[in-house]
């Protein structure tokens, strides 16, 4: 599978970076993990194929990872007619919200659920099509009642698995990690770094069975230093992408 790091970013945008997205490209289809890079804009200046898009899977409600959401789905809903979508999300107020923006955008229309999917994420049930299968880790970023999770993307055809942390508990303090990561061998970590430090995360790298760790969401700034630091301690390589880079494994 190819990702690409549309937006690196962590709460809020910087100069350089759009908030929390990640494309996945697998079989001849595009995939995204979060949507806090205005999708909408971005097809037509990265030249996707806008009938390439499959679906859009987030790991939790925060306008970070969600908010490229209302303008690319009203895009597909009047104006990427060859698109059809399936949109995931964590909360049913936030697909009501949505699904009440586009409404309210567009006076005198209707949604067309037939191509603008949205559902409510199941986590109990991997979802799977021909190329991927997503298992969903639930995590503790959020206050009780309300979800977030972890993302653990196995392409079927070459069996590379990367696990996506989403946002994980401020200081690591609910011990959210997802443990997989000590029990299997993965090829990617694609790791948040804005809710704790590089030190709170060290217990887990020491056990870390990842080929490669990526560190996105970074904040504040002063915490590039603090990953550069780590890098001559571990046998694995550890990564800080850019928007826009890309790897594949
Ligand atoms: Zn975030
Ligand atoms: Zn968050």
Redesign the pocket.
């Known amino acids: 599978m190819k990702l690409t790091f549309v937006g690196t970013s962590?709460?809020v945008p910087e100069k350089e970076r759009y908030?929390?997205c990640t494309m996945i490209e697998s079989g001849g289809a595009r995939y995204f993990i979060d949507a806090?890079a205005p999708l909408g804009e971005l097809v037509k200046r990265c030249d996707w194929d806008i009938r390439e898009i499959r679906a859009v899977f987030t790991t939790h409600v925060?306008a970070?990872?969600t908010v490229g959401i209302p303008h690319f789905a009203d895009l597909i809903n009047w104006f990427y007619k060859e698109a059809a979508v399936d949109f995931y999300i964590t909360e049913q107020p936030l697909i009501d919200a949505i699904k009440g923006l586009i409404l309210a955008m567009e006076p005198g229309s209707t949604l067309k659920e037939d191509r603008v999917r949205f559902h409510l994420t199941d986590p109990t049930v991997d979802w799977e099509d021909e190329n991927l299968k997503l298992h969903y880790i639930p995590t503790k970023h959020l206050p009780e009642g309300h979800p977030s999770y972890a993302i653990l993307v196995t392409e079927k055809a070459s069996g590379s698995r990367v696990l996506f942390s989403g946002?994980l508990s401020i200081r690591l303090e609910k011990s959210d990690v997802p443990t997989i990561l000590a029990e299997e061998e993965l090829d990617a970590f694609v790791c948040?770094m804005?809710h704790f430090s590089a030190e709170a995360l060290k217990p887990y790298l020491d056990a870390c069975r990842a080929k490669n760790l990526f560190f996105i969401?970074v904040a504040p700034a002063k915490k590039f230093e603090d990953i550069e630091a780590l890098k001559p301690g571990y046998r694995f390589e550890i990564h800080t992408p850019a928007d826009g880079d890309s790897v594949e494994f």
């Open positions: 962590h709460g908030c929390s806090g925060h970070d990872h946002d948040e804005a969401h």
